[in-house]
Nanobody, 118 residues
Framework: VQLVESGGGLVQAGGSLRLSCAASGILFSRYAMGWYRQNPGKERELVALITSDGNTNYADSVKGRFTVSRDNAANTVYLQMNSLKPEDTAVYYC?????????????WGQGTQVTVSS
């Protein structure tokens, strides 16, 4: 199983970035896909989630600015980040989660750095 994030980088406050996470080795359409972020010394936090049915959920801090979407044909989940703020700076991780045949299966990507300058 591989989850490969891309699209991170350095952007000025107010700018936009689009993260992608390409999955392989899983039946992608059956998994809830999440974006999390983490800074050194802090816990990893959920940013956005999209279920296998396409329902979405967002952290309060990103509502109205970030949009999560998925393309099941491409086995890819996206995070469109607009109106970025310095406090959005973090390593962003992709997560896949499902219960398959009664067993919880949960996978993480390697992360991609997002840095927002003021």
């Amino acid at each position: 199983v591989q989850l490969v994030e891309s699209g991170g980088g350095l952007v000025q406050a107010g700018g936009s970035l689009r993260l992608s996470c390409a999955a392989s080795g899983i039946l992608f359409s059956r998994y809830a896909m999440g974006w999390y972020r983490q800074n050194p010394g802090k816990e990893r936090e959920l940013v956005a989630l999209i279920t296998s049915d396409g329902n979405t959920n967002y952290a309060d801090s990103v509502k109205g600015r970030f949009t999560v979407s998925r393309d099941n044909a491409a086995n890819t989940v996206y995070l469109q980040m607009n109106s970025l703020k310095p406090e959005d700076t973090a390593v962003y991780y992709c997560n896949a989660d499902a219960v398959r045949f009664g067993v919880r299966r949960n996978f993480w990507g390697q992360g991609t750095q997002v840095t927002v300058s003021s």
